[in-house]
Antibody, heavy 124, light 109 residues
Framework: EVQLVESGGGLVQPGRSLRLSCTAS????????MSWVRQAPGKGLEWVGF??????????EYAASVKGRFTISRDDSKSIAYLQMNSLKTEDTAVYYCTRAIGTVVTPRGIDYWGQGTLVTVSS | QTVVTQEPSLTVSPGGTVTLTCASS?????????PNWFQQKPGQAPRALIY???NKHSWTPARFSGSLLGGKAALTLSGVQPEDEAEYYCLLYYGGAYVFGTGTKVTVL
């Protein structure tokens, strides 16, 4: 059974940093790209970014709203994906979901599995 | 900035059929956008329903189907059940980035 468990959320002041972790199980983590998606309170879904598998260079793509501030990385030996968030703004307040990308290919075909999410609140 | 637009809300009777659409501000949606559809109920994480336009996941009920319709991606619910009441989101791929649609609230009444 595929499971994705996020951790690391909490309250953080504007301008500070936070790192989220996503621990995966139930599949060969290194074969898949992993994505992060967020949802501000009462709002819709927003794609944050993804990291390809090492087979495709482990390269990353980001939404314009977070590019240059957020970094996605992965540790295949531990089956963990990370989202490093720097220079946080109040508008980054959201539930952050870890997701698995569809297909072991260079361009994921979308998202299949989702974690339960972790809440990040950016406030002074 | 790319905008992906969905109907804000739709109402359907139990047993009825409803079609949700997903339009891109850049023009017609094609299979190259790998349209995905997700269902989200209050307080829950989203659940994937459809990928690459019309492919179902192993858990997707047969009454859900995806297609391209008039330059948009579409999700059709046939034989709607009360438990289908939820928010539905589409997702499109734009050559390195993904964009979610604005979401459609489906009410079963």
């Amino acid at each position: 059974e595929v499971q994705l468990v996020e951790s690391g959320g909490g309250l953080v002041q504007p301008g500070r940093s936070l790192r989220l972790s996503c621990t995966a199980s139930g599949f060969t983590f290194g074969d898949y790209a992993m994505s992060w998606v967020r949802q501000a309170p009462g709002k819709g879904l927003e794609w944050v970014g993804f990291i390809r598998s090492k087979a495709y260079g482990g390269t990353t793509e980001y939404a314009a709203s977070v590019k240059g501030r957020f970094t996605i990385s992965r540790d295949d030996s531990k089956s963990i994906a990370y989202l490093q968030m720097n220079s946080l703004k109040t508008e980054d307040t959201a539930v952050y979901y870890c997701t698995r990308a569809i297909g072991t290919v260079v361009t994921p075909r979308g998202i299949d599995y989702w974690g339960q999410g972790t809440l990040v609140t950016v406030s002074s | 900035q790319t905008v992906v637009t969905q109907e804000p809300s739709l109402t359907v009777s139990p047993g009825g059929t409803v079609t949700l659409t997903c339009a891109s501000s850049t023009g017609a949606v094609t299979s190259g956008y790998y349209p995905n559809w997700f269902q989200q109920k209050p307080g829950q994480a989203p659940r994937a329903l459809i990928y690459s336009t019309s492919n179902k996941h192993s858990w997707t009920p047969a009454r859900f189907s995806g297609s391209l319709l008039g330059g948009k991606a579409a999700l059709t619910l046939s034989g709607v059940q009360p438990e289908d009441e939820a928010e539905y989101y589409c997702l499109l791929y734009y050559g390195g980035a993904y964009v979610f649609g604005t979401g459609t609230k489906v009410t079963v009444l």
